[in-house]
């Protein structure tokens, strides 16, 4: 399986994670999630949760108000829950 925008692949023998790294960054706030296959039940299973916490997480933060350019307390108090839910 390939990275996609925002979602890399850990594939390697050598470490004892491998699944998906989510990271978004916005507004000069970086959000990061890994997704274990072990967690998960397989890369497949983790992909689909990493691609659909990312979905979830761009919509709350593209639509969110801006205070002085960066995002609001509720909006990353919002964005901390969405990606401990995953």
Known sequence: ???KKNLTRFTYETTAFQ???LCLSRAGTTFTK??????YGG?????K?????LKELKDLVDNSRRVNGKLSQTTLKK????TDAA
Do not use: Q, T
């Open 79 to 82: 964005a901390k829950k969405i």
């Open 49 to 53: 949760a990493a691609e659909d916490c």
């Open 34 to 39: 890994y997704f274990s296959d072990k967690k």
């Open 19 to 21: 699944g998906w790294r």
């Open 1 to 3: 399986m390939k990275s």
């Open 43 to 47: 890369p497949r299973k983790a992909m």
